[in-house]
């Protein structure tokens, strides 16, 4: 009987091996057969993306949109439970939700240098109340109607209780570290020629992160960044351990411009508010976060 029982299991056992061997090599037949995956995505845009997004160009050549202002604009003051750290000038004011998330970030952590005394004097404005604003301060105070960022609600008049914000400590933490946060500082002194603006050392623009960093580690105010990605065919960039390419597709004024990403990498669109869209890619799997928990993972298997 053992010798039977033996025998039984051996035809078994020989029986699994050939189908999981056939099996395997079946698969191998049909992978070869099967047409090769699309190693890129489209995206598909149109004009009306140029004017939209983080990092569209605003001043006298470059009007606002109105389809540009974000969505998530809160009146402050009917929500006291946003104003932590800070205080505003005045009851009127709006402000995009996500933008100043970046901004409470920022805050909390000038905290912690004892930086405290901020203030937020005035963030998005309407054409309405900048036209007005225009025709009673006048053309050296105030820009005209659509040509202010804060028509386009990504900037914030910040300032200090204590004082100027160029002398104080409020300003000098801003403008060396605002950056790290996604924001600028928009008009600097030195580029008066290029924005065309005078030096305001309240005014912040958000543009997000990588763009803040670049544009900080190179100098560059925002007309000088757009330049630079229209001439080039890309701008790749390490930003906390993350790999960023950045590059820039002209749009055609009617129908759809398709733009080739690489597979399985996220990214962003926003339009230059000129002749195209910025293209911000990169690669999910690299997340140093990502990668942290992933190294976690590994060392509990070993461990077991
Ligand atoms: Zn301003």
Do not use: C
């Not at 750290?85 to 901004?103: E, G, P, V, W, Y």
């Not at 160029?166 to 008066?192: H, M, Q, V």
């Amino acid at each position: 009987m053992k010798k039977l029982a033996l025998a039984l299991v051996a035809i078994v056992l020989a029986l699994v091996v050939y189908s999981v061997v056939s099996a395997t090599q079946s698969t191998e037949e049909v992978k070869k057969t099967v047409p090769k995956k699309p190693t890129t995505q489209t995206v598909s845009v149109t004009a009306d993306d140029i004017s939209k997004g983080q990092l569209v160009l605003i001043n006298a050549d470059h009007e606002v949109n109105d389809k540009a202002v974000p969505e998530d604009l809160v009146t402050l003051s009917k929500h006291p439970k946003l104003i932590k750290n800070f205080t505003t000038a005045d009851d009127s004011i709006k402000i995009s939700r996500d933008m100043l998330s970046a901004f409470q970030q920022m805050i909390h952590d000038a905290k912690k240098d004892n930086v405290t005394h901020f203030v937020i004097n005035s963030s998005y404005r309407s054409k309405k109340v900048q036209a007005e604003l225009y025709r009673t301060k006048g053309a050296d105070i105030a820009l005209p109607a659509g040509a202010s960022e804060h028509n386009l609600g990504l900037s914030m008049d910040i300032g200090s209780s204590l004082g100027l914000m160029e002398n104080a400590e409020e300003g000098k933490w801003l403008a060396k570290n605002a950056a790290k946060y996604g924001f600028i500082l928009r008009y600097p002194s030195d580029k008066t020629d290029i924005t065309g603006i005078q030096y305001e050392a309240w005014h912040f623009r958000y543009v997000g992160l990588p763009h803040s960093l670049i544009m900080q580690k190179r100098d560059w105010v925002l007309e000088e960044y757009m330049n630079y990605l229209k001439k080039h065919d890309a701008l790749k960039t390490t930003v906390n351990g993350m790999t960023y390419t950045i590059e820039h597709h002209d749009v055609k004024a009617t129908g759809t411009t398709t733009i080739e990403v690489p597979l399985e990498q996220s990214y962003t669109v926003s339009g230059d508010n000129d002749q195209g869209v910025i293209l911000t890619i990169w690669n999910p799997q690299e997340d140093p976060q990502q990668q942290e928990a992933a190294n976690q993972t590994t060392t509990t298997k070993k461990q077991q």
